[in-house]
């Protein structure tokens, strides 16, 4: 009866407090710096060890997991994968329980005479695919600190000082914008930050390691940290560096300012550890496979992401929307400017991308044509607006879709890459060519020159700024673009001196895409693609596919009674325009077999650019460097 009773009382008392308010974040210093260890050499099981020393005062305590993952748009934390949890004061152990309705708050009551507890847990890093993205292998590490780190709650995140060692495999090198204070061995120590800067700071390792200087001489240092699977793989040779250095001079002339002490690419040539890219504001996360050195001509489509990541050190870190300007890592995060932050990051990159030399000029032509074509045709776009795609890393966290093309999926990247290329080029026809978005950039993203911290902005401030260029109605421009259901953004296209067709052959750069990605399109024919293995994907809804029934979970078997290869499909799909025989298609789904019958006589059909007769290749003059 004791025991029950004790139960009972234990039990109201962690109902009491459990679901209720967390103190409100306040803007004054933490009094006490975190002190953490993380031990990440276990590559064999991928588990991060994890302790934290934090000065606290006697009485109710809240810890929180951080829950809205800067950079990912949404609560995505993998709190799955935080275990092992044992909190202690003075050597004893203090109980805690977590909130039973934020489920990333932990509340605990610190003793009497305690004034430092001690936290011991683990993050248990992906062992399968199936469980997540991979950050550990027997050859590298990446280190994302919003996984790894426990905070007190009620205080600004920019307020609480943390200071970190960790322990890395033997002998291995490591990248991060984190500032070292020394090295013990395989122990490094990092000077005392904010734990606003700290968690923006993540850090890669390798076995195989390889630091290129991007900017020798330069002001500031820019750097990029390579690691691989293999020592071959890391080795870049000089004129593969060279488009990689005129990246950043190439960014520097655009935006005409720097909004960082240093800047350092982490970069992961791997075929196992798991594809990234994710800004911050003095380094970015990026990952690919592993051939980006070692075949060259084939990686191209690769060459994109690191344009794209360092554009977010100006857009999307140091000119951030007013709705991501939050206290703590807990505090939810406001998307609805993404398609300035994320739509006009992927415009800059595209074209820094070209600029650069990293991408051939008719190569980000390609990319251009690929996304004006996906939207001209979307069935998505009759019931949702590029704004409301804004809030999909919140409704849908990136997850698989069953039906894209009409559901879509996070629009406002390669949408709102069109979007600025509209107003790009309607600056320079009114203008008569003098000005352009180049402008835009220099006067939004380049003031303050060395200023670090965030400036935010609000949809009135970027009106503001193109009117203070070019006096229009841009509001109305940008709204009907982007809160109504409206066709397709291609004016861009078509001011700038080309239009949208479809022939029979694709460009050389997208027939790359489709082979490295071992895919094969149809979805502009057949209306859908076909995956490895015969998997059909990317089906178009209402489109031929769609209307035979076809659905995710397919797998296609033979083509006119041969079986399935991509060459054999497209072969048929171009006898069928002069035989008039449908097209007999066996597939697979579940234990089911069934063959298919679609009658398509029109060949096959793949976007391009073609120019408009007459016109100004303002195209061109965007994608050609900067003198």
């Known amino acids: 009866m004791k025991l029950a009773l004790l139960s009972l009382l234990m039990g109201a008392a962690f109902s009491a407090s459990a679901g209720s308010p967390l103190p409100t974040p306040a803007d004054q210093n933490y009094p006490g710096t975190i002190v953490m260890k993380l031990d990440a050499s276990n590559t064999a099981q991928n588990i991060f060890r994890v302790t934290q020393s934090i000065p606290v005062k006697p009485g109710k305590m809240t810890l929180l997991y951080p829950?809205?993952?800067?950079?990912?748009?949404?609560?995505?934390?993998?709190?799955?994968?935080?275990?092992?949890?044992?909190?202690?004061?003075?050597?004893?152990?203090?109980?805690?329980?977590?909130?039973?309705?934020?489920?990333?708050?932990?509340?605990?009551?610190?003793?009497?005479?305690?004034?430092?507890?001690?936290?011991?847990?683990?993050?248990?890093?992906?062992?399968?695919?199936?469980?997540?993205?991979?950050?550990?292998?027997?050859?590298?590490?990446?280190?994302?600190?919003?996984?790894?780190?426990?905070?007190?709650?009620?205080?600004?995140?920019?307020?609480?000082?943390?200071?970190?060692?960790?322990?890395?495999?033997?002998?291995?090198?490591?990248?991060?914008?984190?500032?070292?204070?020394?090295?013990?061995?395989?122990?490094?120590?990092?000077?005392?930050?904010?734990?606003?800067?700290?968690?923006?700071?993540?850090?890669?390792?390798?076995?195989?390691?390889?630091?290129?200087?991007?900017?020798?001489?330069?002001?500031?240092?820019?750097?990029?940290?390579?690691?691989?699977?293999?020592?071959?793989?890391?080795?870049?040779?000089?004129?593969?560096?060279?488009?990689?250095?005129?990246?950043?001079?190439?960014?520097?002339?655009?935006?005409?300012?720097?909004?960082?002490k240093h800047y350092d690419f982490l970069f992961a040539l791997s075929d196992e550890f798991g594809g990234v890219g994710r800004e911050h504001h003095q380094s970015s996360e990026n990952g690919v496979k592993l051939d980006y050195f070692t075949d060259w001509n084939k990686a191209e489509s690769a060459r994109g992401l690191l344009p794209h990541e360092f554009t977010h050190s100006w857009n999307g870190k140091f000119r951030r929307p007013a709705g991501q300007d939050v206290p703590d890592f807990n505090t939810p995060l406001q998307n609805d400017l993404l398609w300035v932050y994320e739509g006009q990051t992927t415009f800059w990159g595209h074209v820094l991308a070209s600029r650069s030399g990293l991408m051939k000029l008719s190569s980000v032509r390609d990319i251009f044509a690929a996304s004006a074509a996906r939207y001209s045709l979307q069935p998505g776009r009759a019931w949702r607006t590029v704004q409301d795609t804004t809030y999909d890393p919140i409704i849908n966290a990136r997850r698989p879709q069953g039906w894209n093309s009409y559901q879509r999926s996070e629009d406002y990247y390669n949408e709102g890459s069109l979007i600025w290329l509209d107003v790009d080029s309607k600056l320079r026809e009114m203008s008569g060519d003098k000005l352009s978005l180049d402008d835009f950039a220099r006067k939004f993203y380049g003031v303050n020159d060395g200023m670090i911290t965030a400036k935010h902005y609000s949809f009135d401030d970027v009106v503001k700024t193109l009117n203070s260029i070019q006096a229009y109605d841009w509001a109305g421009f940008l709204r009907t673009r982007v809160e109504e259901l409206a066709p397709a953004p291609l004016d861009g296209l078509n001011r700038s001196g080309w239009k949208l067709v479809f022939t029979d052959k694709p460009t050389d750069y997208l027939k790359g895409v489709e082979d490295r990605s071992k895919s094969a399109d149809f979805q502009y024919s057949l209306g859908f693609n076909v995956g490895s293995e015969g998997r059909i994907e990317n089906i178009v809804w209402d489109g031929l596919g769609f209307k035979n029934g076809l659905s995710l979970g397919t797998t296609l078997l033979a083509v006119n009674g041969r079986a399935y290869k991509a060459d054999v499909l497209r072969?048929?799909?171009?006898?069928?325009?002069?035989?008039?025989k449908p097209l007999e298609l066996l597939v697979k789904r579940g234990q089911q077999y069934r063959t298919i019958s679609l009658a398509y006589f029109d060949g096959l059909r793949y976007p391009r650019l073609e120019r408009i007769e007459g016109t100004k290749d303002r195209l061109e003059i965007l994608l050609s460097p900067l003198k």
């Open 571 to 580: 072969n048929a799909v171009t006898e069928a325009k002069s035989s008039k």
């Open 67 to 260: 829950q809205w993952v800067p950079a990912n748009h949404g609560p995505s934390s993998p709190i799955n994968q935080f275990a092992g949890l044992k909190i202690s004061g003075n050597g004893k152990p203090i109980a805690w329980h977590r909130d039973n309705v934020n489920v990333f708050a932990f509340h605990l009551d610190v003793p009497a005479g305690v004034k430092t507890i001690d936290l011991e847990y683990q993050y248990l890093s992906p062992t399968e695919a199936s469980q997540g993205r991979t950050t550990i292998t027997p050859d590298i590490l990446g280190i994302q600190w919003h996984s790894m780190t426990m905070y007190p709650a009620g205080y600004y995140t920019r307020r609480i000082p943390i200071q970190t060692t960790v322990t890395v495999p033997h002998d291995w090198q490591y990248g991060s914008a984190l500032e070292l204070a020394e090295r013990k061995g395989d122990d490094l120590v990092f000077k005392t930050t904010d734990l606003e800067t700290f968690v923006d700071s993540p850090l890669f390792a390798g076995r195989y390691f390889k630091r290129y200087d991007l900017d020798p001489g330069g002001k500031l240092p820019v750097h990029m940290n390579v690691v691989a699977d293999t020592q071959e793989a890391v080795e870049a040779k000089p004129e593969q560096l060279e488009p990689h250095r005129k990246l950043i001079q190439q960014a520097y002339k655009l935006f005409q300012s720097q909004h960082y």
